[in-house]
Nanobody, 120 residues
Framework: QVQLVESGGGLVQPGGSLRLSCAASGSIFSIYAMGWYRQAPGKQRELVATITSGGSTNYADSVKGRFTISRDNAKNTVYLQMNSLKPEDTAVYYC??????????????WGQGTQVTVSS
C-alpha cells in the first residue's frame, strides 16, 4: 500500500503565504510524478501544479508567478510554496502521485486533502 499525507494548510490573510507538504510512504519503487490539485465547494477539482521525477514543472495559469512546486526525491515528498494568496485560492488541496510499485506497475494515489482558507 501507498499513502500520501498532506500538511501545512490553514487560515491566512490575503497576500500571505503558506507552504504545503505531501509525504508518500509505503511500497514505493519510485515516483514518476507528483502534483497538487484543489477543489472549492461546488466546483470540479482542478490542477494546480505538477512536477516530474526529473524536475519538469507545470502550473495552472491562475497560480503562475505565485506558487512554486518542488520535490525531494530522497524523501518522497512534494512541496507547494504559495505566495500572494488570494481569496479565490481557498479550497481543499490534494496531493497526487504516480507511484511505481513494481516492475511495470504504477498507480495514481491521492492524499486526503488539506484545507487552505484565504480570508480577512
Amino acid at each position: 500500500q501507498v499513502q500520501l499525507v498532506e500538511s501545512g494548510g490553514g487560515l491566512v490573510q490575503p497576500g500571505g503565504s503558506l507552504r504545503l507538504s505531501c509525504a508518500a510512504s509505503g511500497s514505493i519503487f519510485s515516483i514518476y510524478a507528483m502534483g497538487w490539485y484543489r477543489q472549492a465547494p461546488g466546483k470540479q477539482r482542478e490542477l494546480v501544479a505538477t512536477i516530474t521525477s526529473g524536475g519538469s514543472t507545470n502550473y495552472a495559469d491562475s497560480v503562475k508567478g505565485r506558487f512554486t512546486i518542488s520535490r525531494d526525491n530522497a524523501k518522497n515528498t512534494v512541496y507547494l510554496q504559495m505566495n500572494s494568496l488570494k481569496p479565490e485560492d481557498t479550497a481543499v488541496y490534494y496531493c497526487n502521485g504516480t507511484v511505481v510499485t513494481g516492475w511495470g506497475l504504477s498507480s495514481d494515489y491521492w492524499g486526503q486533502g488539506t484545507q487552505v482558507t484565504v480570508s480577512s
